[in-house]
């Protein structure tokens, strides 16, 4: 019987390795606006990300506190806005800028600079992360979160590339919140998005970005 035992535990080890882990692009969220003079170079700058790494995630995030210099940006929401508020009390600066850019919610920088850009990337490359599994299933997608980790999941939907015409990288449309775990715990999705999503594990208040995935 141990033997029987043992070749079944031996036998589940070699699926579970023949099945590896969907690798987690690092997020990097530009907040950006189209009354902004600087903005333009950051999203040549992020197209330039986008094309050489298939490992960076990209979501644009337009705010509206410029739209008193031009137009109003049409791409602008409250959620964007609300979302960079809560980074600028996170990291402690003296208010919200454009272009800025977060990179797995634990640094940022000035989205125009290609040199500054590189640098906060290959920084949270080394920072170590929770193991979050988003996997896709039969019926959807599951985020598994291991036990201790409290975290928020999100649902962001955006504009892929080719269902726009701006210069932007995948400007985001919307965001839902599916759940706020305490110590661990699972979220399956089985909704489909009209153009691009992907599904954000972080830390509650915008903390460290724990899992990220596209998945449409």
Same mark, same amino acid.
């Given at each position: ?141 599951? &985020?598994?979160?291991?036990? $201790?980790? +409290?975290?928020?999941? #999100? /649902?962001? *939907?955006?504009? !892929? ?7 932007? &990288?995948?400007?985001?449309? $919307?965001? +839902?919140?599916?759940? #706020? /775990?305490? *110590?661990?715990? !699972? ?18 208040? #915008? ?10």
């Amino acid at each position: 019987m141990p033997d029987m035992r043992n070749a079944l535990i031996l036998l589940f080890s070699t699926l579970m390795l023949a099945v590896p882990a969907m690798a987690q692009p690092v997020l990097v969220e530009l907040f950006s606006s189209h009354n902004c003079p600087a903005c333009p170079q950051a999203h040549r700058t992020m197209a330039q990300v986008d094309h050489e790494r298939d490992d960076v995630l990209i979501l644009t995030w337009s705010v509206d506190y410029w739209d008193y210099l031009g137009e109003p940006d049409p791409m602008a929401m409250d959620i964007s806005t609300q979302r960079q508020e809560a980074y600028v009390e996170r990291f402690n600066l003296r208010g919200p800028y454009t272009p800025q850019t977060v990179y797995n919610g634990a640094a940022q920088c000035q989205g125009n600079k290609p040199s500054d850009v590189a640098l906060r990337l290959s920084e949270v490359e080394e920072t170590p992360i929770p193991g979050i599994a988003i996997r896709e299933t039969e019926f959807g997608w599951t &985020v598994d979160v291991p036990p $201790g980790v +409290d975290c928020e999941v #999100h /649902l962001i *939907r955006f504009r !892929a590339m080719g269902d726009h015409v701006t210069d932007m &990288v995948n400007p985001v449309t $919307g965001m +839902d919140t599916l759940a #706020h /775990l305490q *110590r661990g715990g !699972a979220v399956s999705l089985s909704q489909s998005c009209e153009s691009g999503c992907a599904l954000l594990v972080q830390a509650p208040d #915008h903390g460290v970005v724990y899992g990220v995935q596209r998945i449409q």
